[in-house]
């Protein structure tokens, strides 16, 4: 008894010695400072890589790069804990003057939004880089072409696809490779043919982590090629309206359709575990991005194939493309300190020789328009070489066209309730209408 | 002099507690109540708007889901009370194992909500292990996608919040019993008195205030503290059938995605507070103490 | 005979329970010891050989958990500290004087614990930034000791009007003054809601998320907590390697629960009934 009141009085000890101790460190005076977040595991931070120490990491030794190239400026790395909320973060750290010098924010809506605490970087960018890199139109407010530039498309370029089991595929009697379906009528049948062979076709949970993963990959592209990304932008500042897009009832029309069809599995909106299930070989398709890539080769093997979504309509001016693009910026503060050093950090990490760097510990699609594939090693026959090859072609993420207070607010909850038939196409849309602000 | 004293010894002792709750607490919540009648969108824009905020929230219909949903839910406190009593006196009365439960118990306030709430969904999927017994005994028709409609969704939450409650009920109740003379229970059981007599004729009356505290707590707990809960259960839906009022306060302010609208967050929040305001009157009332404190 | 099915069903209905309590230690234990492609292809099943005890090596030579538990624990401990001190005595006061504007007073301090702290983590920001405490552990343990405090003194003040009024008398007349009346019979007497705190708010302070990643945004401050969301990202992560660090990080809180809550049932122990 004693003894645990003399330990407890001697941690508590402890524990104030270090509340005090703590409090007097000063920052050592360099000549610039910059403090840098970027996300853990989506960005610039592989997913193998959180297993080594800090200092091994790409991006630790990018900084060190930097630093090396530019003396008298240090780098502080600081990984927030959870991307969403840390677009609030960086709005509180910026209202209450102690922003980073640089933030790794999402592309689109999540920044134009935030466009009064964003310093824009206009004048900054060397003109080399506007032509060395996609995307632009991503980081450009309300993807104006002659938009603000409100900071760099940063780190990977997702390509949304739907990975698949080949053998699966084969004992349905189908080769999506010789033969993928290229129509809304072909994916149909090859579905019913999967379906036939007593495999789910499509396993997807459309509400377990916020976001109806199969609408945004793979029927948001269908809902770009009928109504073009331009006209959803106007839809979702209230110029016009959502539920007079024909396109948009027309792609929720056949969402649905692959639910009654039983296409999908049954319970989306209440799963979460498709891609085990999809891993244990239980269903023929799951609409993915490249981070899967390497745990889903690493357990079927050469089973994992790669579909891109069949064309709705063959007479769209966008085609052979799919849902993509950089998701993620590198933004400044309106009242950041080292605005010239911070955009110099920006361009210094999204250049060629920096992404052929990463790519020795993380493999995706760059951003970069003068990389090759033959650069990179890629075998010309893997899955990321073909996702290479349509890095460039992409229609930029529709949800990141919705803004948030706003239709984002009922497409990201809402939209497996569409799949279901709790909510008609229209009702859905009209949802989309009354959430745009005034 | 005495009565000097005794003002200073009133006046000292709470001081810390107002001015720590003063600072840190009532002038956020000020702030927030202010800001219910504004557009606040957490940044610069603040423009006073009225009642707006709570019109079209009221309107909007997803109000009285909400509302209905946050009432459903508090029928988990009952339920947890009494778990927690009903362990806690076997706990007391020392059964078989009761340093292994009593070891145990605690347990699900330590792990974290998001795997409580995983696992959960994965045991009650529609594929999950417990249908799959509702099927292997025959009972294949009861085997439903719990979490597909609002009304068994709540109910495997309230389950869930039930089970993760039991041993934070138990040893507040079991921290009330050390106060019991162990000698009323010792002629309770001379006297021939069941299990059932002894929870109800001689713990209960004599925990009046500990069970009091628990019935507050938890009841103040489900209506404030549920987020993490449905976040990774059931992420308030599908669509919002399962959203509370708390969680409706979450997604207004950290998001669905990435934005945020202050101002409702915060009229939903001075919602809530009239709500908890309503309960508490009530379980004042209830309980017939409220003329103690005059 | 009925007695005897009695037993047996209370004795199931207590295994089922402890099994069901003890099944996500299980669940974190086997899959931290699985690779990450293993966990998501088989996430029920038991870890196959080799065993991925890397997991646990990482969490703490690389990832330095340790190091995060020194400041989960410098700021639980605060909390607790600081929610005794300033509760103890309040709530003996509000148990035991008897002054005009009590039940006001006690009123007020309970509606504060109404308001969820996602709607005043904004306003405490900006104070805390302008106290220059932003990123400094009194940050987080200032906001939980005012966000505690209604509960903590609702508990101690059910407990201690509980004590009675002759063993103070009695202490006064010994010539025992006010904290000596507080040291050697409100705390004794009360000894179930203090340790009851302890439990409740070191264990609430060491599991929170939402506080110290708002408030504590340089990486030598973080609590465990926030350090283990860094590894789960929207597509991947490092599952594997963060149920190694929860399974790891519970470990102190556990602890917290098992030593003192021995001290609540010391006073019961006396004469068992059996």
């Known amino acids: ?438 | 002099m005495k009565k000097r004293r005794i003002v200073l010894q009133i006046v000292f002792s709470l001081l810390p507690v107002l001015l720590v709750l003063a600072v840190f607490r009532v002038y956020p919540i000020a702030v927030a109540v202010i800001k219910s009648f504004t557009n606040w969108d957490g940044l610069y824009r603040s423009d006073f708007i009225g009642l707006r905020n709570y019109v079209s929230f009221i309107q909007s219909g997803l109000f009285w889901m909400v509302l209905r949903n946050t009432l459903i839910l508090l029928a988990n406190v009952p339920l947890q009370v009494f778990a927690g009593l009903v362990v806690a006196l076997l706990l007391y009365e020392k059964v078989k194992g009761w340093r292994v439960y009593r070891a145990v118990i605690y347990i699900p306030q330590i792990i974290s909500a998001v795997i409580i709430g995983f696992l959960f969904k994965i045991f009650f999927g529609f594929n999950g292990p417990f249908n799959a017994v509702l099927r292997a005994v025959g009972l294949g028709r009861l085997a439903i996608e719990w979490f597909g409609n609002s009304y068994t969704a709540l109910g495997v939450v309230i389950f869930a919040v039930v089970w993760f409650s039991i041993g934070w009920q138990a040893i507040v109740i079991l921290g009330g019993m050390s106060a019991i003379p162990t000698s009323v229970f010792e002629a309770a059981v001379l006297d021939g008195a069941s299990y059932w007599q002894r929870a109800f004729k001689i713990v209960v009356p004599m925990l009046v205030r500990v069970l009091e505290f628990c019935i507050i707590a938890s009841g103040v707990w489900t209506l404030t503290q549920l987020f993490p809960f449905l976040y990774a259960m059931t992420r308030g839906g599908p669509g919002f059938e399962t959203s509370t009022l708390d969680y409706m306060v979450y997604l207004k302010s950290f998001g669905l995605g990435f934005g945020s609208d202050y101002g409702m967050a915060t009229a939903i929040a001075v919602l809530l507070l009239l709500l908890v305001l309503a309960f508490t009157l009530i379980e004042m009332r209830v309980a017939n103490r409220a003329d103690d404190w005059s | 005979m009925r007695g005897k099915l009695k037993g047996i069903l209370v004795t199931l209905l207590l295994a089922l329970m402890t099994i069901s309590f003890l099944y996500p230690l299980y669940y974190m234990l086997a899959n931290s010891l699985k690779t990450r492609a293993d966990y998501f292809a088989r996430p029920f099943a038991l870890p196959g050989a080799p065993l991925q005890l890397a997991n646990y090596a990482t969490m703490i030579s690389q990832f330095r958990i340790l190091n995060l538990f020194k400041n989960s624990f410098v700021i639980s401990a605060l909390t607790v500290v600081l929610l005794l001190a300033a509760g103890t005595f309040a709530s003996y006061v509000f148990a035991k004087y008897r002054f005009k504007g009590r039940s006001a007073l006690y009123v007020a301090v309970m509606v504060t614990m109404f308001i969820p702290s996602q709607v005043t983590i904004i306003p405490l920001y900006v104070l805390f930034s302008r106290m220059g405490l932003v990123s400094t552990y009194w940050s987080v343990v200032l906001s939980y000791v005012a966000l505690f405090l209604p509960e903590c003194i609702l508990l101690m003040t059910a407990n201690f009007r509980g004590i009675i009024d002759e063993l103070l008398e009695a202490a006064e007349i010994d010539g025992c003054g006010y904290f000596q009346k507080i040291w050697n019979v409100v705390l004794p007497m009360g000894r179930a809601a203090v340790f009851l705190s302890i439990i409740f708010y070191f264990i609430t302070s060491w599991n929170d998320l939402f506080t110290p990643m708002i408030f504590l945004q340089s990486m030598e401050k973080r609590t465990v907590m926030v350090a283990l969301a860094t590894l789960m990202g929207r597509y991947t992560g490092a599952p594997t390697l963060q149920f190694a660090g929860l399974l790891l990080a519970a470990v102190p809180a556990l602890a917290v629960y098992i030593v003192f809550q021995r001290q609540i049932i010391r006073g019961l122990s006396v004469g068992a009934i059996k």
């Open chain 1, 1 to 438: 008894m004693s003894r645990t009141y003399l330990l407890v009085t001697f941690l508590l000890l402890a524990a104030f010695g270090l509340a005090f101790a703590g409090g007097g460190q000063e920052a050592q005076k360099e000549a610039v400072k910059l403090t840098v977040w970027i996300h853990g595991a989506d960005s610039f931070i592989g997913p193998n890589e959180q297993q080594k120490p800090q200092g091994e990491w790409y991006i630790a030794q990018a900084f060190q790069r930097f630093e090396q190239a530019n003396p008298g400026v240090s780098v502080e790395l600081v990984v927030p804990p959870d991307q969403t909320a840390s677009h609030q973060n960086f709005n509180t750290a910026v209202l209450a003057g102690n922003a980073p010098d640089v933030a790794n924010l999402w592309t689109g809506q999540p920044i134009y939004t935030r466009k009064d605490v964003i310093m824009p970087i206009d004048d900054l960018v060397p003109a080399a880089d506007l032509k060395g890199i996609w995307g632009w139109e991503s980081v450009r407010y309300n993807f104006d072409p002659k938009g603000t530039l409100l900071g760099y498309p940063a780190g990977q370029n997702q390509i949304c696809f739907m990975m698949y089991n080949k053998a699966i595929v084969k004992k349905a009697g189908l080769d999506f490779e010789a033969a993928p379906p290229k129509t809304i009528k072909d994916f149909d049948a090859a579905l019913a043919k999967i379906k036939a062979s007593g495999k789910t076709p499509i396993l997807v949970d459309e509400a377990a982590q916020g976001v109806p993963w199969f609408m945004a990959w793979v029927a948001d592209y269908w809902w770009a090629q009928l109504t073009g990304n331009a006209q959803i932008i106007e839809q979702d500042a209230g110029k016009k309206k959502f539920a007079d897009d024909k396109g948009l009832l027309a792609m929720l029309a056949y969402y649905r359709s692959l639910y009654t069809n039983g296409y999908f599995r049954p319970d989306l909106s209440t799963s979460n575990d498709s891609f085990s299930q999809f891993l244990q070989g239980n269903g023929a398709i799951w609409p993915a991005v490249p981070s899967f890539l390497a745990d889903a080769e690493k357990t079927l093997g050469a089973d994992v194939g790669v579909l891109l979504p069949p064309e709705f309509d063959a007479s769209s001016k966008i085609r052979n493309s799919t849902i993509g693009g950089p998701g993620q910026s590198l933004v400044m503060p309106k009242n950041g300190k080292n605005p010239k050093v911070a955009v110099k950090l920006m361009s210094f990490l999204n250049s060629k020789a920096e992404y052929l760097e990463s790519q020795k510990v993380n493999t995706y699609p760059t951003v970069r328009t003068d990389v090759t594939i033959q650069e990179l090693g890629w075998k010309p026959a893997s899955n990321i070489a073909k996702l290479g090859k349509v890095a460039n072609t992409y229609n930029f993420w529709v949800d990141n066209l919705l803004r948030s207070p706003g239709p984002a607010d009922v497409f990201y909850p809402q939209g497996a309730l569409v799949a279901v038939g709790k909510m008609t196409p229209l009702q859905f849309a009209q949802e989309m209408d009354k959430s745009v602000p005034k």
